[in-house]
């Protein structure tokens, strides 16, 4: 017995399919300015560096400090 539900039965789109359309779909943008102050990108890259070698010197000390 077969039923006519009125929905027409259509094959899944592949999830490629889908990733390379929401890709093709979204709109380019140009990044938003910083705040008025802001360092240029070449000091904060520095600013970066120098908070991440203390984060390692501290993570070095307390190892040392455990006995690891």
């Not at 000091?43 to 455990?66: G, K, N, S």
Request: aromatic content about 2%; proline content about 9%; overall charge positive.
């Amino acid at each position: 017995m077969a039923r006519n539900s009125g929905l027409r039965l259509v094959r899944p789109r592949s999830l490629a399919t889908t990733a390379r359309r929401a890709v093709a779909d979204r709109r380019t943008r140009s990044a938003p300015r910083p705040p008025e102050g802001t360092p240029p990108r070449a000091e904060l890259a520095r600013q970066a560096r120098h908070v991440l070698a203390d984060a390692v010197r501290m993570a070095r000390w307390a190892a040392v400090d455990r006995g690891l």
